[in-house]
Nanobody
Framework: QVQLVESGGGLVQAGGSLRLSCAAS????????MGWFRRAPGKEREFVAAIRRKPGVTYYADSVKGRFTISRDGAKNTVYLQMNSLKPEDTAIYYC??????????????????WGQGTQVTVSS
């Protein structure tokens, strides 16, 4: 089973930036589709971004499009989520996920097979 470990969360003021990292236990970032989800207090976990294994096509939730960027470094088995222009409503636990069994869909939790433990992002106003 692939192990995923997120890092990079923290407290930031509105308008600031953070970069989250998701380190995988094996070469997943170029072999499988990788995704980022988040769960805000009192809400369901929601899709944030995803990157296909080939040719690296990216997808974003409308709420983060233009502010967040997903990328990967195959040599480091790591996927990143660069978050700019952060807003208080971006406050959530952010989770990395991997789609080991290839699927067409990428926006649902059910489309992913393994998850990290999450990293807290708090944006103050």
């Amino acid at each position: 089973q692939v192990q995923l470990v997120e890092s990079g969360g923290g407290l930031v003021q509105a308008g600031g930036s953070l970069r989250l990292s998701c380190a995988a236990s094996e070469p997943t970032s170029t072999r499988f589709t990788m995704g980022w989800f988040r769960r805000a207090p009192g809400k369901e976990r929601e899709f944030v971004a995803a990157i296909r294994r080939k040719p690296g096509v990216t997808y974003y939730a409308d709420s983060v499009k233009g502010r967040f960027t997903i990328s990967r470094d195959g040599a480091k088995n790591t996927v990143y989520l660069q978050m700019n222009s952060l807003k208080p409503e971006d406050t959530a636990i952010y989770y990395c996920a991997v789609q080991i069994r290839s699927r067409v869909e990428i926006r649902s939790e059910d489309d992913y097979d393994a998850w990290g433990q999450g990293t807290q992002v708090t944006v103050s106003s």
